[in-house]
C-alpha cells in the first residue's frame, strides 16, 4: 500500500502545485453578463438577500420590508441567513451564485470578510448591494443605510427646540471609531457647534454600553449640577444616564436617545426619556428590492441611497 | 440476504442517503447538478471536513471534542498575526497548523493524564481558547494580508478547475483512511475505543494513543482555519463557534458510534456531503432559513435512528 500511495500522493502534489492557480473555471470566460440576461428573459427577476442574523429583530424587519415589496412587484426573492458566521455567508452567496440571481442584497456579517464573495458576484455580471453594513475591500453597487448624520442633526434640533434654543448640554458618545458614533456625532454637532447659548458640558465616550453610561454620567453630574440635556449615540446609554441623573435627583434633564429599543420607548411613553431616534429597517428592505428592481433594468442607481429616520417622542 | 451482505449495507447507509438526497435535489432544482455547483459544494463542506476528519478518531476513542472551533479561532488570528509582523505567510502557516496541534495536545494530557473526562477537559479549553484568541486580536477581525500565495491555500484552484480546498479535504481523507485503515496506530484506536482495559491489558499504550489522536484532531481544526482565515482574507476571533457540532454531526450521520470503537472516515466524508449538500440545495430552493434548521435536524435524527434500528 505504501509503495502505490507514496507516489501517487507525491505526483498529486507535484501536479497540483505545477497546476495551481487563482482563477476558477468560470471566471476565465469574459464576465458572463448572460446570467442577468437570462433571468430577464423569462420576465422574472430573482433577487438573493444575504443577512447577517435572523436572531435579531432588527434584520426580521429588514426582511418584512424587502419580502412585502418583492411580492408588490413579482420579484422571487431568495433569503439566505447567515446566522451571524462570516463563512456560513461567504458559502450561501455563493449558493445565489450559482441560483444565478440577478441582484444580491447583502448585509455583510463582516464588512471586510465579504469582499471576496462580493467580487466573486460581481466577476460574474450579479450587481451587489450592500444593506446597513458597508462592504469594505469590493466595489458594490450602491449602498443603502440610515442616514445616521440626518439622526444626529434630528436628536440636536428636537434637543435645542425643548431646551428653547439654549442650554447646558452633555454628549455620550459610542465606541470610538465606529461608523455609528462618527456620524451620529458629526449631525449632532452640526447643530449645537457655534451657538452662543448653547454650551457642551462634556463629551465622553461610554462604548454604546447602559453600565458605562451610568457611571459616565456619575461622574460628569460631580462636576456639573447645571446639567439641562443629555445626548447619546444610543438608547443603552441614554437609559444608563437616566438612572444617573434620577441617582442624583436631577430635574428637568432632556435626555435623548437613539435606535428605538423596548426599553427606550417604553421609557419615553413613561415621559423619562424625552426622546430616541428610530432607524426603519422596513424602508432599508424595500428600498433594497426598488434599488435591485432598477439594478435588474439596466438602469444606474445612487451609491449611497439614506433611509430617513423617524423620531419618537410623547 | 445474508447478515454479511446486510452489514455492508448498513454501512453504505450514508452513501445511499447522499445519493437519494441529491437525486431528489436534482429533480426540484436545475441548478444543483452542474459541475460548477457540485465543486462549489465540495468546497464549503471541506472546512467541516477537514475538522470532521480528525473528530471521527476522537469519537472512534470514545471520547469528544468540543474545542475545535475554538483551536480554528486561535491558530486563525495567530496565523493572522504572524503573517501581518512580516513573518513567511507560509512559515506562519506551518506554525499555526503546530500550534493548532499543541493545543489539541493540550487537551489530551488533561483527559490521559489528569483523568478528566474529555467533554468537560474540551469544554473549558473550548471556552480558554475562545478568550485566548479574543485577547491575541484584541476582540475585532483581522484583515489585509495581501499575500497571493496565503489567498491560494483556501481560494485558488487546481488546473483552473479544482478548488485547493477540496484537494486538501482529499488528500486528507486518504491519509486518514490509510491511518486508520493500514497501521497499528489505527488498529489500537480501535482497541482503546472499543474497550480501553481490553487494550490496556494487551498492551496498547492507551495514553499515547489518546495524546495523538487529540493532536490530530486539533492539528486538523487549525487546518481547517486556515482554508477559513485565507477564504474570507480575515482572521475573525469569533470564527468557528458551533463547528464542533457539526463536525459530530458528519460523524455521526457517517455511522460512527459515539460509544465508540466502530466507524469509518469515509462514513464521515459522506455525512458532512451530506450536511454541505443539504445546506446548498436548501439555499437553491430557497427554502426559509428557519426550516433548513428544521429539517437539517429530522435528518440527522433519522438517519441515526435508522442506524440504530439496523444495529439491533
Known amino acids: 500500500m505504501n509503495r502505490i500511495l507514496h507516489p501517487l500522493l507525491a505526483s498529486l502534489l507535484v501536479f497540483g502545485i505545477a497546476a495551481c492557480s487563482k482563477q476558477g473555471p468560470d471566471s476565465a470566460a469574459p464576465a458572463a453578463a448572460s446570467a442577468p440576461a437570462a433571468a430577464a428573459a423569462d420576465g422574472q427577476v430573482t433577487v438573493g438577500l444575504a443577512v447577517s442574523t435572523l436572531n435579531n429583530p432588527f434584520f426580521v424587519s429588514l426582511r418584512k420590508g424587502a419580502e412585502d415589496e418583492a411580492q408588490k412587484d413579482g420579484i422571487k426573492l431568495i433569503t439566505v441567513d447567515a446566522q451571524d458566521d462570516p463563512a456560513k455567508q461567504q458559502a450561501s452567496v455563493e449558493d445565489l451564485i450559482q441560483k444565478k440571481v440577478s441582484v444580491i442584497l447583502i448585509n455583510p456579517t463582516d464588512s471586510a470578510a465579504v469582499a471576496n464573495v462580493v467580487k466573486e458576484a460581481t466577476g460574474k455580471g450579479i450587481k451587489v448591494v450592500s444593506l446597513d453594513r458597508s462592504v469594505n475591500g469590493a466595489e458594490v453597487s450602491a449602498h443603502i443605510a440610515s442616514d445616521n448624520v440626518a439622526g444626529g442633526k434630528m436628536a440636536g434640533e428636537f434637543l435645542l427646540q425643548k431646551l428653547g434654543g439654549k442650554g447646558r448640554i452633555v454628549e455620550l458618545e459610542g465606541i470610538a471609531g465606529s461608523s455609528a458614533a462618527r456620524e451620529r456625532g458629526e449631525g449632532f454637532h452640526k447643530v449645537v457647534d457655534g451657538k452662543a447659548d448653547v454650551k457642551l458640558l462634556a463629551k465622553q465616550p461610554a462604548d454604546f454600553d447602559r453600565a458605562k453610561g451610568l457611571s459616565v454620567m456619575e461622574n460628569i453630574i460631580q462636576g456639573n449640577k447645571d446639567i439641562q440635556g443629555v445626548f447619546a449615540h444610543n438608547d443603552e446609554m441614554a437609559l444608563g444616564a437616566l438612572k444617573a441623573i434620577q441617582a442624583a435627583g436631577l430635574k428637568n434633564v432632556v435626555v435623548v436617545g437613539f435606535d428605538a429599543t423596548a426599553d427606550a420607548v417604553a421609557a419615553v411613553k413613561a415621559g423619562t426619556l424625552a426622546a430616541t431616534v428610530q432607524q426603519q429597517p422596513e424602508l432599508i428592505g424595500q428600498y433594497g428590492i426598488q434599488t435591485a428592481k432598477k439594478l435588474a433594468a439596466g438602469q444606474s442607481v445612487d451609491k449611497f441611497i439614506p433611509v430617513p429616520l423617524n423620531l419618537i417622542k410623547q | ?312
Open chain 2, 1 to 312: 440476504m445474508t447478515p454479511k451482505q446486510k452489514a455492508t449495507l448498513q454501512r453504505l447507509g450514508p452513501f445511499i442517503a447522499l445519493v437519494l438526497v441529491s437525486v431528489g435535489l436534482a429533480v426540484l432544482s436545475p441548478d444543483f447538478l452542474t459541475v460548477a455547483n457540485l465543486l462549489n459544494v465540495m468546497r464549503q463542506v471541506s472546512i467541516n471536513a477537514l475538522i470532521a476528519f480528525g473528530m471521527t478518531l476522537v469519537i472512534l476513542l470514545g471520547g469528544i471534542d468540543l474545542s475545535v472551533g475554538s483551536i480554528l479561532a486561535l491558530s486563525s488570528v495567530a496565523i493572522a498575526t504572524l503573517i501581518q509582523a512580516g513573518v513567511n505567510p507560509m512559515l506562519a502557516t506551518l506554525l499555526g497548523v503546530i500550534g493548532g496541534g499543541l493545543m489539541g495536545l493540550f487537551n489530551g494530557l488533561v483527559i490521559s493524564k489528569g483523568k478528566v473526562a474529555p467533554f468537560i477537559a474540551t469544554l473549558a479549553s473550548m471556552t480558554i481558547l475562545r478568550g485566548l484568541a479574543l485577547v491575541v486580536s484584541g476582540g475585532s477581525p483581522i484583515t489585509g494580508f495581501n499575500s497571493d500565495l496565503f489567498s491560494m491555500l483556501g481560494g485558488g484552484y487546481v488546473a483552473g478547475l479544482l478548488p485547493i480546498p477540496v484537494l486538501w479535504m482529499l488528500i486528507m481523507f486518504g491519509l486518514f483512511a490509510f491511518l486508520l485503515k493500514k497501521t497499528v496506530f489505527g488498529r489500537h484506536v480501535y482497541a482503546t475505543g472499543g474497550n480501553e482495559e481490553a487494550a490496556r491489558l494487551s498492551g496498547v499504550k492507551v495514553d499515547q494513543i489518546k495524546l495523538w489522536v487529540y493532536t490530530l484532531s486539533g492539528a486538523m481544526s487549525a487546518m481547517a482555519g486556515v482554508v477559513l482565515t485565507s477564504r474570507l482574507n480575515s482572521a475573525q476571533p469569533t470564527a468557528g463557534s458551533g463547528y464542533e457540532l457539526d463536525a459530530i454531526a458528519a460523524v455521526v450521520l457517517g455511522g460512527t458510534s459515539l460509544t465508540g470503537g466502530r466507524g469509518w472516515i469515509f462514513g464521515t466524508l459522506m455525512g458532512a456531503l451530506l450536511i454541505g449538500v443539504l445546506n446548498n440545495g436548501l439555499n437553491l430552493l430557497g427554502v426559509s432559513s428557519f426550516y433548513q434548521q428544521v429539517i437539517k435536524g429530522v435528518v440527522i435524527l433519522l438517519a441515526v435512528l435508522i442506524d440504530r434500528s439496523g444495529k439491533k
